[in-house]
Each structure stands twice: as structure tokens, then as C-alpha cells.
């Protein structure tokens, strides 16, 4: 079992910058993908980007550029680095990690851009 915890979030100007967080109960282990998706109101949930077991990432059309992902299994964390901020980044945002076709989620939190 794993638990995530998300922290980093909050209110922004259009144009800045955050850095979230996500923190492992557990060990996190090259095998693990782990990512970022995010929750819009009136939107389903959605991929930010993920880093995979070969340290393959992906990245969202609408962040490419913007964002960066990375991990650091030793201390079980995994960051979301954002910049040029947008009004439509506004959301929930929570880390996820799957191992062995479990999924495990963190509780979130919110970023909110003003334009």
C-alpha cells in the first residue's frame, strides 16, 4: 500500500510559477510509473504528464514547454515544476502512481491561476 500527499498548490498570477509536490508513504521504485493529472471543473480529470518505468515522460499538449516533471525515488517524491502559469491550468491537481496494475492516488491540490 501507498500513500500520496500533494503539496505545492495554491493562488498564482497569470504568468507565474509553482511547484508541487507529491510525497510516497512508501518506497517508490524505478518500476513505478507515477504522474500528474488534474481536475477542472466542469472537465473530466486529465493527464499532465507522467514519467514511466524507464524514465520515458510524456507531457500534455496544452503544458509542453511549460511544465517539467521529474522524481526522486531515494526520497520517494515526485515534482511538477510550472511555469507561464495559465488561467486554464486552474484545477485539481493530484499525483498518481501504478505498480504492478494498481493505482494509487494522492488527495490533491489546488492551483488556482487569476488572471
Known amino acids: 500500500q501507498v500513500q500520496l500527499v500533494e503539496s505545492g498548490g495554491g493562488l498564482v498570477q497569470t504568468g507565474g510559477s509553482l511547484r508541487l509536490s507529491c510525497t510516497a508513504s512508501g518506497s517508490i521504485f524505478s518500476i513505478d510509473t507515477m504522474g500528474w493529472y488534474r481536475h477542472s471543473p466542469g ?3 486529465e493527464l499532465v504528464a507522467t514519467i ?3 524514465g520515458r515522460i510524456d507531457y500534455a499538449d496544452a503544458v509542453k514547454g511549460r511544465f517539467t516533471i521529474s522524481r526522486d525515488n531515494a526520497k520517494n517524491a515526485l515534482f511538477l515544476r510550472m511555469n507561464s502559469l495559465k ?3 486552474t484545477g ?4 498518481h502512481l501504478r505498480r504492478g496494475g494498481n493505482d494509487f492516488w494522492g488527495q490533491g491540490t489546488q492551483v488556482t491561476v487569476s488572471s
Open 92 to 95: 485539481v491537481y493530484y499525483c
Open 52 to 54: 514511466s518505468t524507464f
Open 87 to 89: 488561467p486554464e491550468d
Open 43 to 45: 472537465n473530466q480529470r
